[in-house]
T-cell receptor, first 111, second 109 residues
Framework: AQTIHQWPVAEIKAVGSPLSLGCTIK??????LYWYWQATGGTLQQLFY??????VESVVQLNLSASRPKDDQFILSTEKLLLSHSGFYLC??????????FGKGTRLTVV | GQQVQQSPASLVLQEGENAELQCNFS?????LQWFYQSPGGSLVSLLS???GTKHTGRLTSTTVTKERRSSLHISSSQTTDSGTYLC???????????FGSGTQLTVMP
């Protein structure tokens, strides 16, 4: 069975510090991968998607970057956090044109 | 671009009552999913239903593609059904799943 694991579960970081969030999908070959973000009380927004290793497309500009170093791994990062980066980050996967499944998320608080 | 409107924004029920949630979207959707978001934030896929009617357990979704609307019916609600229900749409050729702002459901004992 396929599993999706996100890490860390929660982070408290200082403004200006770097960030790296990770996501691993097991049990599926060559999935489409996504990063989503939700501000507190806000609507989920897609940030990035990747359909293959090494290729990532940006959907919303939030001074974040994403990489897919392996088929089953998706990384979200920034070198300098802003207060506006606070929120809930979700990784997701799907196969072509099918149902999307989400990880449990990472709650980020920037102080 | 694609817009997704959900109604009502919030709903309070007594346990055992039925709930009807609505989702309207602005452009043709080739993918439509209903999700449950727990108070902690995690998302669970409930139904994938781009057209027609689908059932799972106490949930029934009906999507009328031509009218760009979908509904989620929850029968015999339970307190554990409390949370936020989200509708999400993708259009043909798009990699982007667009979410509505959700319906917050509270089921009272």
């Amino acid at each position: 069975a396929q599993t999706i694991h996100q890490w860390p579960v929660a982070e408290i970081k200082a403004v200006g510090s770097p960030l790296s969030l990770g996501c691993t999908i097991k049990g599926k070959s060559s999935p489409n991968l996504y990063w989503y973000w939700q501000a507190t009380g806000g609507t989920l927004q897609q940030l990035f998607y990747s359909i293959t290793v090494g290729q990532v497309e940006s959907v919303v500009q939030l001074n974040l970057s994403a990489s897919r170093p392996k088929d089953d791994q998706f990384i979200l990062s920034t070198e300098k956090l802003l207060l506006s980066h606070s929120g809930f980050y979700l990784c997701a996967w799907s196969l072509m044109g099918t149902e999307v499944f989400f990880g449990k998320g990472t709650r980020l608080t920037v102080v | 671009g694609q817009q997704v409107q959900q109604s009502p924004a919030s709903l309070v029920l007594q346990e055992g009552e039925n709930a009807e949630l609505q989702c309207n979207f602005s452009s043709t959707a080739t993918q439509l999913q209903w999700f449950y978001q727990s108070p902690g934030g995690s998302l669970v896929s409930l139904l994938s239903n781009p057209s027609g009617t689908k059932h799972t357990g106490r949930l029934t979704s009906t999507t009328v593609t031509k009218e760009r609307r979908s509904s989620l019916h929850i029968s015999s609600s339970q307190t554990t059904d409390s949370g936020t229900y989200l509708c999400a749409i993708a259009s043909s050729g798009s990699w982007q799943l667009i979410f509505g702002s959700g319906t917050q459901l509270t089921v009272m004992p």
